[in-house]
């Protein structure tokens, strides 16, 4: 399973969701958006909007989101077979 977080620095919702994937020992990649332009675009593309958080699980996407719409997207969708 292939989870990519894109992120800003100094978003207080981004923070919340890498606490929150961290909490339940879930393996994933940040990508920061400011510092890389093509992920920006990217994220974009993935989510049609500009907002951050934005969580890309094997092709599956949640975008601004807070914890609680981050644990019902993981409980609705996904399993937690990608543990540490």
């Not at 890498?18 to 989510?47: P, Q």
């Not at 699980?57 to 019902?72: I, R, S, T």
């Amino acid at each position: 399973m292939k989870t990519r977080l894109f992120i800003k620095p100094y978003c207080p919702w981004c923070d919340k969701a890498m606490c929150w994937l961290n909490e339940h020992d879930i393996k994933y990649e940040t990508i920061d958006v400011i510092a890389d332009v093509a992920a920006f675009d990217e994220m974009i593309r993935l989510s049609g909007q500009e907002l951050a958080p934005v969580i890309e699980v094997d092709g599956k996407v949640l975008a601004d989101f807070g914890p609680e719409q981050l644990a019902d997207f993981w409980a609705g969708n996904l399993s937690t077979a990608d543990k540490h």
